[in-house]
């Protein structure tokens, strides 16, 4: 399809696992976001892409978080040593550039359950 | 940082009237504002933006208000359906790409 794709839809794993999160953008977006979601919560912003570049990593909640993109298009969020805490919905989302003007356009997320 | 506030009880309403859903914020203004549908297990998508010179903005159906004065958005659904049912939020977009998302409020439509 032509939107923003993430894998996996869920994922449960043990206290202390690392995961990886994939984000699939739009063709062309050349700005990435990736957000937390916890239930009852407004999205929390971790960090932006620019290109392949992050601007803005202010977000990341620890340094146990990290993200990288490559050749500009696909992004990938990875947790080290998982905490209960880290449960949530993890939301990717990307608009043609960068900017407070731009719509996003966001995949449906990664739910992250940690045992 | 920045506080959004949007109501987080559920706003339920018959087909056919208008919905108005509230956005306030605290501290600054941001550059614009935009409104964000979400479904249950899906990811939000986008409605409406408006600047902060603008005072209205409408597409179809919606109509989008912003009072920096206040400090405060208002988000409004006239004739609204059953399939207007979902959550709405509210995100403030600064310069140097930064956003707030609030926590949405969660509209019922009964038929």
């Known amino acids: 399809g032509a939107g923003v794709s993430q894998s996996p839809s869920n994922k449960v794993t043990e206290k202390g696992k690392d995961v990886e999160l994939r984000c699939d953008p739009i063709?062309?977006?050349?700005?990435l976001y990736w957000y937390r979601q916890s239930l009852g919560q407004g999205l929390e912003f971790l960090i932006y892409?620019?290109?392949?570049?992050?601007?803005?990593k202010s977000g990341l909640p620890s340094d146990r978080f990290s993200a990288e993109r490559t050749g500009g298009s696909v992004s990938t969020l990875t947790i080290q040593r998982t905490q209960q805490e880290d449960s949530a919905v993890y939301l990717c989302?990307?608009?043609?550039?960068?900017?407070?003007?731009?719509?996003?356009?966001f995949g449906d997320g990664t739910r992250l359950s940690i045992l | 940082s920045q506080k959004i506030e949007q109501n987080s009880e559920a706003l339920n309403i018959q087909e056919g009237k208008t919905a108005t859903l509230t956005c306030n914020y605290t501290?600054?203004?941001?550059?614009?504002l935009q409104w964000y549908r979400q479904d249950p297990g899906r990811g939000p998508v986008f409605l409406l933006l408006?600047?902060?010179?603008?005072k209205e903005k409408r597409k179809e159906r919606l109509k989008v208000t912003f009072d920096t004065t206040l400090k405060q958005s208002l988000f409004h659904i006239t004739a609204s359906q059953p399939a207007d049912s979902a959550t709405y939020l509210c995100?403030?977009?600064?310069?140097?790409?930064?956003?707030?998302f609030g926590s949405g409020t969660k509209l019922n439509v009964k038929p």
């Open positions: 408006i600047r902060e010179n603008e």
């Open positions: 989302a990307s608009s043609p550039q960068a900017g407070a003007d731009q719509p996003q356009h």
């Open positions: 501290n600054y203004s941001p550059a614009y």
């Open positions: 892409f620019q290109g392949n570049s992050a601007p803005d």
């Open positions: 063709s062309g977006h050349t700005a």
């Open positions: 995100a403030l977009g600064y310069n140097f790409n930064k956003f707030y």
